[in-house]
């Protein structure tokens, strides 16, 4: 998440709420992101906000408020971002567009570095936004990748959710890889995972056809 321009706290109310709720919510993702529900306090977030304590209260009632606040902003913004990028370019081919999509999905990641450990936190804490991006994003995907895979002849139903659920998992798995040193080209993962996944599932088609028939 950006964070927006802070202000000095001791002055809270000459900034208009709205702009106090953006500074509020960028500061909080970035807490909750760092030190978890348990650990983030309202003290930590206000001084990041550059507002007082009182103001945070005042917009979200409770840490609690705050941290579902911050969890359904980061789910939208992510759904916004990834799920235009694959629902577009209906000119591209089956390969194309799956580069394409694991390169967007990638650079969502290093552009919002607060949202995968946030996500990860709410899952843990019963807010399953994580899970539930991935089904809103897998009704996108499907139709988008179906289209495309029945120029193979393939048609996957039911198994191209799982499908899609397994790309965003193999994405947010190498993201988080400790590498043991420098973590290898970014372009070289995505086309790892371009060709591992466009292959692989056209090689079950033509050599394990059932193990899909028993997904559908």
Not at 19 to 28: C, D, G, I, S, Y
Not at 37 to 52: C, D, H, K, V
Not at 86 to 103: E, F, I, Q, T, V
Request: net charge neutral.
């Amino acid at each position: 998440m950006s964070m927006p321009r802070k202000r000095g706290p001791g002055r809270p109310r000459k900034l208009p709420v709205a702009e106090q709720r953006a500074l509020v919510l960028a500061a909080a993702g970035h807490v909750f992101a760092t030190s978890g529900l348990q650990g983030a306090t309202i003290e930590q977030i206000a001084r990041e906000a550059g507002l007082t304590r009182q103001a945070v209260y005042e917009l979200y009632g409770d840490k609690n408020a705050l941290f579902a606040a911050v969890v359904e902003q980061a789910e939208e913004q992510a759904y916004a971002a990834i799920a235009a990028a694959g629902a577009s370019d209906a000119d591209l081919d089956l390969k194309s567009w799956a580069r394409k999509n694991y390169a967007n999905l990638f650079d969502f990641v290093a552009g919002h570095p607060d949202a995968l450990p946030l996500f990860q936190e709410a899952e843990r804490t019963g807010n399953f936004a994580l899970s539930r991006l991935r089904k809103r994003l897998a009704l996108v995907y499907t139709e988008a990748s179906g289209q495309r895979w029945a120029e193979f002849g393939v048609e996957p139903g039911r198994a191209d959710t799982a499908l899609v659920t397994m790309y965003f998992a193999m994405v947010e798995s190498l993201v988080r890889l400790n590498w043991n040193g420098d973590a290898p080209d970014r372009d070289a993962l995505i086309d790892l995972l371009t060709e591992f996944t466009i292959g692989g599932v056209l090689r079950l088609y033509s050599q394990a056809p059932e193990v899909i028939a028993r997904v559908r």
